[in-house]
């Protein structure tokens, strides 16, 4: 059963006349006949009642003509629908981030691929890098922003982008930020500190541990916007990444080099084709993050990598 032969069944249908059916149809009146025949040897039933000047359905065609008419609804709606989602009219992408990139690149990146296609849904999901590392090899997201580990080595099945060095700076409660901080310096003092899971918290106490000390922890275990608040509250200073830090209000004192820092990028499956929608939205960060590195607008000490 083909769907021309529904549609030039419909066309006699409708008309009850197959030389006006065929001009509806825009094709030669036996080539119409020879397709209807063709559909009826298939159904195993004849369709129409044909005696000189009336064209009828039988019981078969009356059973056939809601069905052919939703078959070919469907498959007009299935038409727009695809022609929709490659125009970016329609589709959905699926995001993961970190949190600390949640609350500083990501809001902007998604707010200009909004404007640009609002039709398309937008589904995000924070976690830790070596969580949305395992999401995108299950097929649970289409895009990840990443931290890439300090090997520079990411998961073979992963097609990686590096994007931005980042660095990482202290931030507190003081009126006034100090020029320059070591990290020798945390020696004795309480830090707020993230939950385990957090690349920050991987990085803060690598360096720490590399200074020679243990860092001691006023408060752990919080989120980012959690963390912010305990230093806004004076519990204590915490380390935290540049561009968020850049956004929190509070006083910011970069670390005297060689300083704490990470690598950000932007991930997929090698083997997966990103869809159009995953593609215009990996566009749009591109985009974002050039604008921003050629007007001046990356915090301190933030670098492209494109």
């Known amino acids: 059963m083909q769907l021309q032969q529904l549609r030039y069944f419909l066309a006699v249908a409708e008309t009850r006349h197959f030389t006006r059916a065929a001009e509806a149809a825009h094709v030669a009146q036996p080539s119409l006949s020879q397709q209807i025949r ?11 009642h044909r005696t000189r ?22 498959t007009e709606s299935a038409r727009l629908a695809v022609q929709e989602t490659v125009q970016l009219r329609r589709g959905r992408v699926r995001l993961g981030a970190p949190p600390s990139l949640c609350t500083s690149l990501v809001p902007d990146v998604l707010r200009l691929f909004r404007d640009r296609h609002p039709g398309v849904a937008l589904a995000v999901r924070e ?19 990443i931290i890439t580990p300090p090997s520079g080595e990411a998961a073979p099945a992963l097609a990686v982008t590096e994007l931005l060095h980042e660095e990482l700076v202290l931030v507190s ?37 590399a200074a020679g000390f243990e860092p001691e922890f006023a ?9 912010l608040g305990f230093v806004r509250a004076g519990l204590g200073p915490a380390v935290v990444p540049g561009m968020v830090a850049a956004r929190s209000g ?14 950000i990028a932007v991930a997929h499956g090698h083997e997966v084709p990103l869809t159009r929608a995953a593609e215009a939205l990996r566009a749009t960060l591109l985009a974002h993050l050039r604008d921003a590195a050629g007007s001046g607008e990356l915090p301190p000490g933030t670098r492209l990598l494109l």
């Open 38 to 48: 063709s559909l009826e040897r298939e159904l195993g039933a004849e369709l129409f």
């Open 53 to 74: 000047g009336n064209i009828a359905l039988t019981d078969a065609g009356q059973a056939l003509l809601p069905l052919a008419r939703r078959i070919l609804a469907d």
């Open 127 to 145: 976690g830790g890098s070596r969580d949305l590392v395992r999401s995108l090899a299950a097929g649970e997201l289409d895009l990840a922003l």
């Open 173 to 209: 409660a003081e009126r006034r930020a100090r020029r320059k901080a070591r990290v020798a310096e945390l020696r004795g003092r309480p830090l707020v500190m993230f939950r385990e899971g957090y690349d920050v918290r991987e990085a803060t106490l690598a360096a720490c541990r």
């Open 219 to 227: 408060v752990e275990g919080g989120e980012m916007d959690a963390v």
């Open 250 to 263: 509070l006083a910011v004192t970069p670390f005297a080099g060689p300083g704490l820092g990470r690598t």
